[in-house]
């Protein structure tokens, strides 16, 4: 990977992107490799040595690494404090071998004594104000999968969001605005039948010989839905969902969804692949 310095950034900041120390430790996927898009996986391996990065778009995980090694090192010293008492597992990677014979790990921000698992994430507000990431919510499952495989059980998911662009004003000004940075989100814990068959998914579409290309969903989509009152301003929706609800609140008046073409964010902006990236290119007219 050739790591860019566009904007000039402190020498101290290019060395900490780095100096990334992230370690899946023995294991075939991590639980967020599995949940990634395959099609990203397997361009970033293949291109590797031809994928330019620049430090401007890493910054975002530096902040998460901070605020997890931070994080980390309170809960420790809370372990600490209470002594004998303490049942939490801090900042614990954890590993287990699939039927199929694919090693997977996971690290767990902190599992507390009650079974309460919480995942750190750094985002945005926007994030905390859209429904739960589909994602999100399946990366939390699987790693309640992972503790399942290590004897242990988790019997309520978090995810502790900081919202790195949270306004104090907004927060006086705006209804339905986050009143504090931390959003704690709640994650529905699904069955030990349902994490089982979504593990069992991303291993085969992870290990099969054709690679899948990349959902709606993985690829970001804004605005594929367009929902047209009878009377009225028409509007935009990522998902059906949303496009529902928003028709379900007016109560009266005849609505039709349309599909529209979604801009693509994460082909747009941020997939470090999309260079490569035989699914987007081929779209704009330009494979080669
Ligand atoms: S450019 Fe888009 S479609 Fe291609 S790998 Fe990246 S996210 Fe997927």
């Known amino acids: 990977m050739i790591l860019t310095n566009e904007h000039g950034i402190p020498e101290e900041f290019v060395r900490a992107i780095q100096n990334d120390a992230y370690d899946m430790g ?11 898009p395959p099609q990203i996986t397997r361009l970033r391996e293949k291109h590797d040595d031809d994928i330019s ?18 994080l980390e090192r309170v809960n420790r010293l809370l372990a600490e404090e209470q002594g004998m008492n303490s049942s939490n597992i801090a900042e614990e990677r954890f590993f287990a071998t699939h039927h199929s014979g694919t090693k997977i790990s996971g690290a767990i ?14 985002s945005t507000v926007y994030t905390a104000r859209k429904p739960l990431k589909l994602d999100w919510e399946a990366q939390l499952n699987m790693y309640a999968w992972l503790l399942r495989q290590n ?11 900081v919202c790195k662009d949270w306004s104090k004003g907004k927060a006086k000004r705006e ?22 068959r979504y593990v069992d998914s991303r291993v085969a579409i ?3 010989e054709a690679t899948a290309p990349c959902t709606n969903e993985e690829r970001w989509a804004r ?18 969902s949303e496009a529902a609800t928003w028709i379900n609140r007016h109560k009266t008046g005849g609505f039709t969804v349309l599909d529209e073409q979604p801009q693509f964010i994460r082909c747009e902006s941020w997939c470090e ?16």
Not at 60 to 67: A, D, E, I, R
């Open 26 to 36: 023995e294991a075939d996927f991590s639980v967020t490799g599995l949940v990634q």
């Open 53 to 70: 990065i620049d430090v401007s778009d890493r910054i975002y995980m530096l902040l998460g690494t901070g605020v997890h090694n931070v």
């Open 109 to 122: 921000d902190l599992l507390k004594g009650d079974g309460s698992m919480i995942d750190y994430k750094i």
């Open 273 to 288: 692949v999309s260079d490569f990236c035989p699914q987007w290119k081929g779209e704009k007219g330009n494979a080669s």
């Open 223 to 240: 605005g594929g839905y367009k929902a047209v009152p009878g009377k009225g301003k028409s509007k935009k929706f990522d998902s059906l």
């Open 206 to 208: 992870h290990t099969a």
């Open 151 to 161: 004897d242990l059980e988790a019997t309520k998911l978090t995810i502790d969001l």
């Open 175 to 196: 209804a339905g605005y986050p009143n504090s940075p931390i959003v704690s989100m709640s994650v529905p814990l699904w069955s030990e039948e349902r994490q089982d």
